[in-house]
């Protein structure tokens, strides 16, 4: 499908386009790539969260938003339980392990029935390794983390990662990342869900941690708190055209984020979210009109 692969791709740009959004020379339909901390590899910073349709037995609905996600340049895909077969199905057939990055959940309790798992789904994409081993397991860490890291020292994965959403789980996140044991932390932040840039999204700049966001809409929630508002003129300041975008282009121009994962069954929802990625970011000034606005609605 491409005359060099996303990888090699993204490893080439990622230097250049890691400061703003704007898509590279030559690559106006690409998304723009930020680099993995401690790595030259980058990602397109705009992936799809675990959708609904990924678990159906019907392959065509994964299919077409795989698709579109490529479409545009895009490699994340967040994916658990029977959906990792689904996602990893798709990349297979379509011959794109180098061009996509798939986030997969383990459970830890289970070593043995795990790895049976992932030698599976390697296969199944045609993979050496997978891409990132994330678990919610937050509260075992302590004495399950050691699994993680042996799954990446056997060359398993390439990357390990903690993926929870809720402030609860902060502090055991920051912990992790203070002892440089993970290599990516997933977590919420949005305008109506902040907290995460208090402490979490600096220490991740401090320590060289990537980070994934979840729950860009809250689920869905944040689209009941804008239905029936106009978007405001001035959002075509930052090339901002619809109320996804405005959340999404909120949440990328914070400087810790690498990636923000939009979840959706619906493929012209995934276009627009998409096209959130493209463009100009909103400065603080602008972020802090934003948030005003929004809690005031
Ligand atoms: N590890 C964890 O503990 C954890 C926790 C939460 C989330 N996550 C990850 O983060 C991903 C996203 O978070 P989330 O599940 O909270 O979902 P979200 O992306 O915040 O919101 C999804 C909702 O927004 C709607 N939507 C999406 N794009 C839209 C658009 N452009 N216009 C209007 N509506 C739109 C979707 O409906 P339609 O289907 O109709 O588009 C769906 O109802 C998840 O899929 C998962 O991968 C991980």
């Given at each position: 499908m491409y005359m060099i692969s996303r990888r090699g791709f993204i490893q080439l740009s990622a230097a250049a386009s890691i400061a703003g959004c704007m898509p590279l020379n030559g690559a106006q339909n690409r998304l723009p790539t930020r680099l993995?901390?401690?790595?030259?590899e980058a990602l397109p910073i705009i992936g799809l969260g675990?959708?609904?349709?990924?678990?159906?037995?019907?392959?065509d609905p994964t299919r077409r938003l795989i698709d579109i996600l490529m479409e545009h340049g895009g490699a994340y895909v967040d994916c658990g339980g029977s959906s990792r077969f689904s996602v990893a199905r798709v990349v297979g057939e379509r011959n794109a392990m180098d061009d996509t990055f798939l986030g997969m959940y383990f459970d830890l309790d289970n070593e043995v029935a795990a790895r049976k798992i992932i030698t599976e789904l390697r296969d199944i994409q045609g993979a050496?390794?997978?891409d990132l081993i994330q678990t919610r397991m937050i509260q075992g860490i302590a004495t399950h983390g050691d699994i993680l890291r042996r799954w990446k020292d056997d060359g398993l994965t390439r990357y390990i990662g903690i993926a929870r959403s809720g402030k609860q789980f902060y502090a055991p996140m920051m912990k992790l990342m203070e002892a440089r044991s993970i290599d990516f932390i997933q977590v919420n932040y949005s305008m109506?869900?902040?907290?995460?840039?208090?402490?979490l999204l600096p220490l991740a700049m401090d320590k060289g941690i990537a980070i994934v966001i979840n729950r860009p809409f809250i689920n869905g929630e944040y689209f009941s708190v804008v239905r029936g508002h106009e978007l405001p003129a001035w959002a075509d300041e930052f090339d901002c055209a619809s109320w996804a975008q405005f959340s999404l282009k909120f949440i990328l121009?914070?400087?810790?984020?690498?990636c923000v994962l939009t979840e959706t069954s619906n493929p012209t929802h995934a276009v627009d979210n998409l096209g959130a990625g493209f463009g100009r970011l909103p400065d603080e000034k602008t972020r802090q009109r934003m948030r005003t606005h929004l809690l005031n609605l």
């Amino acid at each position: 499908m491409y005359m060099i692969s996303r990888r090699g791709f993204i490893q080439l740009s990622a230097a250049a386009s890691i400061a703003g959004c704007m898509p590279l020379n030559g690559a106006q339909n690409r998304l723009p790539t930020r680099l993995i901390p401690g790595t030259n590899e980058a990602l397109p910073i705009i992936g799809l969260g675990n959708s609904s349709v990924f678990r159906e037995n019907n392959l065509d609905p994964t299919r077409r938003l795989i698709d579109i996600l490529m479409e545009h340049g895009g490699a994340y895909v967040d994916c658990g339980g029977s959906s990792r077969f689904s996602v990893a199905r798709v990349v297979g057939e379509r011959n794109a392990m180098d061009d996509t990055f798939l986030g997969m959940y383990f459970d830890l309790d289970n070593e043995v029935a795990a790895r049976k798992i992932i030698t599976e789904l390697r296969d199944i994409q045609g993979a050496t390794s997978l891409d990132l081993i994330q678990t919610r397991m937050i509260q075992g860490i302590a004495t399950h983390g050691d699994i993680l890291r042996r799954w990446k020292d056997d060359g398993l994965t390439r990357y390990i990662g903690i993926a929870r959403s809720g402030k609860q789980f902060y502090a055991p996140m920051m912990k992790l990342m203070e002892a440089r044991s993970i290599d990516f932390i997933q977590v919420n932040y949005s305008m109506l869900e902040p907290e995460a840039e208090e402490r979490l999204l600096p220490l991740a700049m401090d320590k060289g941690i990537a980070i994934v966001i979840n729950r860009p809409f809250i689920n869905g929630e944040y689209f009941s708190v804008v239905r029936g508002h106009e978007l405001p003129a001035w959002a075509d300041e930052f090339d901002c055209a619809s109320w996804a975008q405005f959340s999404l282009k909120f949440i990328l121009s914070h400087p810790a984020v690498n990636c923000v994962l939009t979840e959706t069954s619906n493929p012209t929802h995934a276009v627009d979210n998409l096209g959130a990625g493209f463009g100009r970011l909103p400065d603080e000034k602008t972020r802090q009109r934003m948030r005003t606005h929004l809690l005031n609605l």
